[in-house]
């Protein structure tokens, strides 16, 4: 579910709590709307947890981070990929999220990831994190 579509499907159900929450007056229907706003609570949660930004830093000149490249690619999956070579914005920010500047470098939900085994690790037990290749 891509950002626009997880947007649209939140402001849909919140438009729904809403409406029947204002239209019924039946204090039975209230309390079990009450249940209804903290399970929709707890799955937007998770859908934002499911689709947090995931970021990967890289750079061209880096053999580890064409073994995370290589990785993606073998699974046919994708990622936002930053590369770092000669652009000092993004070393800088990369620093400024990570606390170092050091390629390949996962950001996770703004926890940074560092290590070619540590990422493709993490990469393995979360497949959902990551968008199927087109």
């Known amino acids: 579910m891509d950002d626009v579509a997880r947007s649209v499907f939140i402001k849909k159900s919140l438009n729904v709590l809403r409406v029947t929450s204002y239209d019924n007056r039946n204090h039975n229907l209230k309390r079990k709307?009450?249940?209804?706003?903290?399970?929709?609570?707890?799955?937007?949660?998770?859908l934002n947890t499911l689709f947090a930004d995931v970021v990967l830093y890289s750079s061209h000149r880096c053999p580890y981070c064409r073994n995370v490249d290589n990785y993606l690619q073998s699974v046919h999956k994708k990622v936002s990929t930053k590369i770092i070579d000669d652009n000092e914005v993004l070393r800088e920010e990369l620093k400024n999220k990570g606390g170092k500047i050091q390629v390949p470098c996962l950001i996770v939900d703004n926890y940074p990831l560092y290590g070619s085994v540590e990422i493709i690790g993490w990469m393995k037990?979360?497949?959902e994190r990551f968008q199927d290749e087109t």
Do not use: E, Y
């Open 125 to 127: 037990t979360h497949p």
């Open 33 to 46: 709307m009450m249940k209804l706003t903290f399970s929709l609570a707890a799955l937007f949660g998770v």
